[in-house]
């Protein structure tokens, strides 16, 4: 049986003005990576790899989404090898006490903010040797450019087109989607911030609210969102 919220912690009612309609989704964050470990950029390059506490994370959150896995119908992962490698070991703690999970589809376009040049980079050596464009790109990212293009407006591009993809596999409409269906989801920091904004209807990159730590959990319904692992919240508009 899926895992019900609480009493205190009630799903949203169904309402028509927001992408994602009725639907359920939890979204999750990879787990800590050596580059999150040494403060470095890593955007798309792909040669970061999980941590011991990274694949610890990555063994709790398999634990914590356990209850919820008979109710996973759809999984979508980043091609990125951390976001892999954390549903890989997910679906093992899930498997291991007896469920397994769909066949998970790589979507290109879940992939983590392109950082171009910064990639690879030490954040504080960047803030010292780029001083004036490392202000710019905390103070105004939407109008941020690197190495002549525009890191945050392509991420939300992708995000666009990653919530289409999602919303259109394989469901004709959300009437084919029973209320405790799950989709799951597993991306990156930047880019999870920017999927929950934009299934709000948010755009809104510098605040903090939407920030996602390592292997944090998420769920998305109705126009909704509330964290759920490892700490669980209200539901928030």
Known sequence: TALQPSSNHQPPTTTTNHRTNNRRFILCRHGETNFNREGRIQGTLDTSFLTLSGVNQAVALGSYLLPFSPSIKKVYVS?????????????????????????????EDLREIELCTWQGRLKSDLELQFTE???AWKTDPEKFCLDGKSPLRDLWGRVDTSWDVILNDGFESNDDYDDDDVTLIVCHGALGKCMIQNALGVRDFRNVEYALENCEA??????????????ESEWKK
Do not use: Y
């Open 218 to 231: 998420v769920e998305i319904k109705a126009g909704r969102w509330r964290r759920l692992h490892p700490v």
């Open 79 to 107: 091609p990125m090898t951390r976001a892999l490698q954390t549903l890989s070991i997910v679906k093992g703690v899930i498997s291991g006490a007896g469920v397994d999970l769909p066949s998970e589809r790589v979507v």
């Open 133 to 135: 464009q490392w202000k």
